[in-house]
């Protein structure tokens, strides 16, 4: 799931491709993939694009007469880039947008295809895109505070909520959490001014070190290994590895089609978060799947 690092560096590899150039072609497979009805897509046909940003997880390509194409690339959507003009892949192709520099393609390698295309007209229709969650990179001590105790939820909830906090995900919020030491079960109604304080080190420390790394092994080309799993990631997807902290086996909670990850030694004093108590825990605060909680 592409979150904060990942679509910042897509952003960034686009304005170096699409600032200035013109959108000449644009093919459109997926079936769902359009959202909106009007305006329709080819009205950017001829436009210049110029500028792109991150609303949350999705990429927005702004052209002139403030036109904005948002692309919302859901759990398996990804971004290509060609400097020729490219055709639709077969299976996992969507789209291709043909600008004068170059082909945009967009795919998603999953079934059941989520991944989506809003084409809207005016800043102000563009501004709903936007959740209401906070920037947390730009977000002061008492604003992050303010924030996470706005709602009753668990940490690991609260930082995946995009009305709270925008563009962190499950695995970066297991990444955080893991670095805070803080388990995931903690309620933010019993936070302390302490544990804010590192939660939000934690936050700041864990995408900045995590868009630097993905710029570096980026350079001058385009992302092409976006994931949610990778491993120089200390506990997402690690289940059973050794943790790089202390060496205790990671562990994970499954509820549903979800799944988290944490250090019983570093987050939990030891403990196991397997309990009746957690179970219905996470039925009042856990979405039911991974499409739910993105779609929020």
């Known amino acids: 799931m592409p979150e904060l690092p990942d679509i910042t560096v897509y952003v960034e590899a686009l304005e170096r491709r699409l600032i200035g150039a013109r959108l000449v072609g644009l093919r459109i497979v997926g079936l769902n993939l359009l959202r909106t009805v009007e305006p329709e897509p080819q009205a950017a046909i001829g436009r210049e694009v110029l500028g792109l940003r991150r609303i949350g997880k999705r990429v927005v390509i702004g052209f002139d007469g403030e036109l904005f194409f948002v692309l919302h690339l859901m759990i398996s959507g990804r971004l290509r880039w060609s400097e020729a003009d490219a055709a639709v892949p077969g299976k996992v192709g969507l789209a291709a947008f043909r600008f004068s520099s170059g082909t945009l393609i967009l795919t998603e390698a999953a079934t059941k295809k989520r991944a989506s295309l809003h084409v809207i007209q005016g800043e102000a229709v563009l501004e709903e895109q ?25 940490v690991k909830r609260a930082l995946t909520l995009p009305r709270l ?31 804010v304080k590192t939660l939000r080190q934690a936050t700041c420390e864990v995408l900045v070190e995590w868009t630097e790394r993905l710029r570096k092994e980026m350079g001058e080309g385009f992302p092409t290994k976006v994931s949610a799993f990778r491993k120089e990631m200390a506990v997402h997807g690690k289940f059973k ?15 549903a089609d979800n799944e988290m990850n944490y250090c019983a030694r570093c987050q939990t004093e030891g403990r196991l978060l397997a309990d009746r108590a957690l179970s219905r825990l996470l039925k009042a605060d856990w979405p039911k799947t991974l499409e739910e909680m993105e779609e929020e």
């Not at 936007?130 to 996470?148: N, Y």
Request: proline fraction near 7%; hydrophobic fraction near 35%; charged fraction near 20%.
């Open 130 to 154: 936007d959740r209401g969650g906070i920037d947390p990179l730009a977000a002061t001590a008492a604003q992050f505070a303010r924030t996470l105790r706005s709602e009753s939820h668990t």
């Open 165 to 195: 906090f925008s563009g962190i995900g499950n695995a970066y919020s297991d990444e955080i959490l893991h670095r805070a030491k803080m388990s995931p079960m903690l309620l933010t109604g019993r936070i302390t001014d302490a544990q």
């Open 241 to 255: 590895q050794p943790c790089p902290v202390c060496g205790a086996p990671v562990q994970r909670v499954v509820y």
